[in-house]
Each structure stands twice: as C-alpha cells, then as structure tokens.
C-alpha cells in the first residue's frame, strides 16, 4: 500500500529534521553530489548498466517540505554544512528524534543519493 504523497513528505522532513539536530561541521556547497545507482533489471533478469538515482529529486520530493528547498529550514530545523554522509544517511533511514524513519520508505539507493546531496549541495 502506498502512502500519500503529503504523508511521505512529513516523514522525510522530519528525518531531515532531526539530522540537522545530529551533525555538524562545514560544507563543501558548489561541489556537484554524486549520483547513487541501482541496477535495472533485464528481460532475462540480469542487470544492465546502472540507472541513477537523483539525491536533488528525492530531497525535493521528500524533505524540502520540512526543511525548505535549500535546507536552510522551516517546520524542520536548517540541514546545511552537514558532512558526515554516513550520519546523515543512518538518521534518514533509522530516524531519530522527532524525525521518523524512512528505511522502509525509501530505497538504499535513495537514502545514499540524498545523503551525498545534503552533504555536498546544500
């Protein structure tokens, strides 16, 4: 069953949210994310080649409600100059806090891509 579009957002946020409550330190903005992959599977079920997934997208689609567009906050608490991507990661997929956690929301594949954006972009 899949979760309305505004339930999934608040839950992003507040991961987000409470990832700015976890980290800290200095950021690296202007430097362009890397792009998580996952495989794509084939007819015959093997994988062709890497298909990437857009940290941006999944933070706008998932936490910019919350955290704003730029990650300076909102509702959520300002997520800029974070650069632990493994902390940012643990805290979108585990939760936290008052953030909620979006291990069974979002893929590993998500959850790496919007921590190198949160890391590296904003």
Do not use: W
């Amino acid at each position: 069953m899949k979760r309305p579009l505004t339930a999934t957002l608040a839950v992003v946020a507040i991961a987000v949210a409470s990832l700015a409550a976890c980290g800290g330190g200095s950021s690296t903005t202007g430097t362009p994310a890397s792009a998580a992959t996952s495989p794509t599977a084939t007819a015959g079920g093997a994988t062709s080649s890497p298909v990437a997934v857009d940290g941006a997208e999944v933070f706008a689609q998932n936490c910019a409600g919350c955290h704003g567009g730029a990650g300076a906050g909102g509702r959520g608490p300002d997520i800029t100059g974070k650069s632990d991507t493994a902390a940012v990661e643990d805290q979108v997929r585990n939760g936290g806090t008052s953030m909620p956690a979006f291990g069974e929301t979002l893929s590993d594949e998500q959850i790496a891509a919007v921590g190198e954006y949160v890391t590296t972009r904003l």
